[in-house]
Each structure stands twice: as structure tokens, then as C-alpha cells.
């Protein structure tokens, strides 16, 4: 992935921010927006690593001290300060110490940093999941932060990452006032040329010592194949990002570094093109179709059922006592003396597609100032399914009794 300068206008962006912080002490604060996997925690990490290594060359101070805070792990105000005070190794200053507010707080800790002779050395702070700061009902972390990074004489930066768009709505008044304001937005935005080149170094990745020139040429008709092509276009329309394709391929490069001298040189493509199928299918399962592959017999003929029922009467809700005689009626049309059970293991069943969300309650019924009173047996609902889902899993369901393939033949 680091062949890749995907993002070489963002990354460019940001290193001159952090150069007007060092060189021209210049306050600053801004967002990386971008979806996830779209490289928001690698970019900052690797500015951070260019311009460590920019300050060597000059001979300048190298240290630049970052803090590393997540949304995720620092849920609170409190948690925060901790974290803060153990990155910047002042333990011993606020042991001991009762302060009014978060602030007197967060000052005397700026403080306590700067008077160790460390005046020059500039604080950078990277927020990661900065959409969870602002969950926090006063916003005091993001309000002190901004505020001393506006006020401070002191050379400080804040860096937030982020996968919501709309994240400046969610900050307040006071604190949107205190934000610089600069917004650098990732989106995967590459050709698919280059996403076929990632592809290719990501599965050439564990190749261990074999031969470059075979392997080069076994790559090159490998993604030269129409179908393979045709897949990976149907995974870039879909999803781009470099994570997922990282996990699409984790299989295929399993295989292809287990391959032997021999099968590259024959260019014996089978065993990575059945591998590259199954892990699309392993990353891209249907939910929906799972669950319905895991019913029981019984479940799934009552799935038939409501499918028969919402097919003679579309656009009414059933209810159990419905499905329940409908049910009887197919088990003796089909002349399927086995399925017959007793109501309590029907309801129960019945009960349980309920709770796999296969079956819902009708609007007329969720808005009913009683619904809340009714039990499940007598709610009105309707089949959450359609007919082509209910079929391919029919077909696909290993050992499915005649009456309900027959059914699914009709």
C-alpha cells in the first residue's frame, strides 16, 4: 500500500499545515472526512512520519510530540485527561491535585508540559473517531482544546478523523467559532487501473523467493482474464476501498503463495480464480438468504405459506389463525401427513420468524393504540420476503422435501 500515493493532494495538504505549525508557529485544527477504509488513520500517520523525517534532514529539532486519542476508548471527559497525562508523561505533576473544572485542569497540565523546557517542541493532537467527541453533553474536551489551540502562543494542532460528513453540525456554537475550519475530505476516488495494480501487489504479497519473472507473467494472464476483469469491476463498482480489498484477496494469496514453481510456470490459474470466487461470496454472504438457509422444515413451510396467502390475497395482513388453517389446508392438498404438529409448536415456530424479522407487523396494526396489548397470535402481519429469496433457497436447501420443491416449481 505504500506504493500507492492515492491520496497525494490530501497528504500534501496536510503537510503544509503542519509546516506552517513548526516553521511559522501557526495554530491550527482540522478534519481528514472520509469513509472508512479510505485511508484517513494511514495518511495521518504517514505525514506524520514524512515530516518527522523532513525536520532530521534540516537538522531541527525532531521531536514532536503527538497525542493519540480515540473517540472509542476515551468516552469521557475524564478518561481523556488520563490518557492525555500518560502520553505526555506527567503523572507526577497532577498526582494528588483537586481542581475546580476541566479546564484549570487541562491548563495546569499545558503548563506543567511547557515549563519543563519544552517550550519550542510543538503538540499535535489526533482525535480519531471525532464524531464521538461530540456525544459528550458540554463538548468541554473539544471546547478546551480548540480554545487553548486559539489562544496559546504555543505551537498546537489538532487532527480529526472522521467518517461523518455532517460532523460540523454536531459541534456547538462556541466550539464550530473555535475551529479553523479546514476540511480534508478522502474518497476513493482512484481508476480502476490502479485498483487492478493494488490487486496485484496485495496478492503477490507473501510470495516468499520465487522466481519474480514467473510470477510477473503469471499476474499479467491472470488479470488479463475477461472474467476475472469483469469481477473485480463488479467489486469496484460496489466497494473501492483498499480494506476490503485487502480482505478479498487475503484467500486467493493463501493459494497463490502455496502454488509451485511448476503451476506458475504451466500458468495454472484454476486454483486462485476458485478461491478469488469463494471469498467474494465469504464478503459479500446476503444476510437475509443465511438466515433463511438455517430454518427448519417446519419454519420454512410456513414461509410458503404466507408466500401462497400474500399471492391469493395481496395487501392483507394475516395473523396466526390464518396462517395456522392455511397451513393445515397445504399439509392436506399435498397429502403431507409428516408435518403435522401440534398449534403450540406451529405458534412457536411462527414466533420465532417473528423474531428473525421474516415476518412483520402491518402498519394498521403498529399503529393501533392497542397493538401494544395484543399478543403475537392475533397481531396483523405480512411476509417480509420475496418470492425469487424463498426460491433460490428452496433449491439450495440440502435435502428439501418433494412438497416444497414441487412448490417452488409452480
Known amino acids: ?88 508523561k506527567l503523572e507526577n505533576c497532577i498526582n494528588g491535585k483537586v481542581f475546580g473544572s476541566f479546564c484549570d485542569s487541562f491548563e495546569f497540565l499545558l503548563k506543567s508540559f511547557r515549563s519543563g523546557g519544552q517550550t519550542s517542541k510543538p503538540l499535535v493532537f489526533i482525535m480519531d473517531e471525532f464524531d464521538l467527541f461530540t456525544k459528550n453533553k458540554t463538548q468541554l474536551l473539544l471546547y478546551t482544546l480548540l480554545n487553548t489551540i486559539q489562544s496559546s502562543s504555543s505551537p498546537m494542532f489538532m487532527i ?74 463488479r467489486q469496484y463498482d460496489y ?22 514453481n511448476e503451476d506458475i510456470k504451466s500458468m495454472n490459474l484454476d486454483s486462485v480464480k476458485k478461491e478469488l470466487v469463494k471469498s467474494y461470496n465469504l464478503l459479500n454472504i446476503d444476510t437475509k438468504y443465511s438466515l433463511l438457509s438455517g430454518l ?16 391469493i390475497y395481496p395487501d392483507e395482513p394475516f395473523n396466526f389463525d390464518l396462517v395456522y388453517s392455511a397451513y393445515l389446508k397445504y399439509l392436506q392438498k399435498k397429502n403431507w401427513n409428516q408435518q403435522k404438529h401440534e398449534r403450540q409448536i406451529i405458534l412457536k415456530a411462527y414466533e420465532h420468524l417473528i423474531s428473525l424479522k421474516f415476518v412483520l ?28 429469496e424463498i426460491q433460490l433457497c428452496i433449491d439450495q436447501y440440502p435435502n428439501c422435501p418433494t412438497e416444497l420443491k414441487y412448490y417452488s416449481m409452480v
Open 1 to 88: 500500500m505504500k506504493f500507492f500515493d492515492i491520496h497525494q493532494q490530501s497528504q500534501e495538504d496536510l503537510l503544509n499545515l503542519l509546516r506552517r505549525l513548526v516553521y511559522h508557529g501557526e495554530n491550527n485544527s482540522s478534519l481528514v472526512i472520509g469513509p472508512r477504509g479510505s485511508g484517513k488513520t494511514f495518511l495521518i500517520n504517514k505525514v506524520i512520519n514524512l515530516f518527522t523525517q523532513e525536520l532530521r534532514e534540516k537538522n531541527c529539532s525532531d521531536d514532536l510530540i503527538v497525542v493519540y486519542l480515540s473517540g472509542c476508548l476515551q468516552v469521557d471527559d475524564k478518561s481523556a485527561l488520563l490518557e492525555i497525562t500518560r502520553q505526555l
Open 160 to 233: 480529526g478523523a472522521t467518517c461523518r460528513i455532517d460532523v460540523l453540525d454536531l459541534l456547538e456554537k462556541r466550539i464550530k467559532s473555535r475551529f479553523s475550519h479546514r476540511q480534508i475530505y478522502l474518497f476513493n476516488d482512484y481508476s480502476f487501473e490502479t485498483y487492478i495494480e493494488m490487486a496485484k501487489f496485495f496478492i503477490q504479497f507473501n510470495t516468499g523467493s520465487k522466481n519474480d519473472k514467473n510470477i510477473l507473467e503469471y499476474l499479467t494472464n491472470l488479470f488479463n482474464d475477461k472474467n476475472i476483469l469483469k469481477f473485480f469491476a
Open 239 to 260: 466497494d473501492r476501498s483498499m480494506s476490503t480489498l485487502r480482505r478479498l484477496l487475503i484467500l486467493p494469496a493463501l493459494v497463490f503463495d502455496q502454488l509451485s
Open 296 to 311: 427448519s422444515i417446519l419454519e420454512l413451510t410456513l414461509v410458503v405459506v404466507m408466500l401462497e396467502m400474500s399471492e
Open 361 to 388: 407487523p402491518s402498519s394498521d396494526s403498529s399503529s393501533s393504540s392497542r397493538s401494544t396489548k395484543i399478543n403475537k397470535e392475533h397481531s396483523l402481519m405480512y411476509l417480509a420476503l420475496d418470492k425469487d
